[in-house]
């Protein structure tokens, strides 16, 4: 049996409910040094934080001090790692959209979009099921 196969058999046979996570808000900030692309994920809160550009970087971990989808409103913190890894120390601070990314020294202004606020150019939530495993 291939490995795909073996895992959608585990996925069904795994008790318990499925959680789904979505994509909450995009936020793209850009400036002659380069390009920043967040993924902001979870479901009702923030639960992660996923980087796609610059690609292979990680936030681990980071406090929300605010946050709301509906408002398209942040306030994050990463205080970094010595892992290189994991991006460095940054904050992303907004409100309606407009974000304000500072990282290294430099504050490049961004967009925040989330599409169940209602942000009708946000490309429409993606949803994956996570099982939920049960104590023994």
Do not use: W
């Not at 010595?82 to 020294?105: A, N, R, S």
């Amino acid at each position: 049996m291939s490995r795909p196969l073996h895992c959608l058999i585990l996925l069904l046979l795994v008790p318990g409910s499925a959680l789904a996570t979505n994509t909450m808000c995009v936020i793209d900030a850009a400036d002659a040094s380069g390009t920043y692309e967040f993924e902001l994920i979870g479901y009702g809160e923030l639960a992660m934080i996923q980087i796609n550009s610059p690609r292979g970087k990680r936030v681990v971990p980071f406090q929300v001090n605010r946050f709301s989808e509906k408002d398209i409103d942040i306030d994050v913190v990463h205080p970094g790692s010595d892992d290189p890894g994991v991006m460095p120390p940054f904050t992303l601070k907004g409100q309606k959209g407009h974000v304000v990314l500072t990282i290294e020294g430099r504050r490049i202004v961004g967009e925040m979009r989330c599409p169940l606020a209602g942000d009708v150019e946000s490309s429409p939530p993606t949803r994956t099921a996570i099982p939920k495993l049960s104590p023994r």
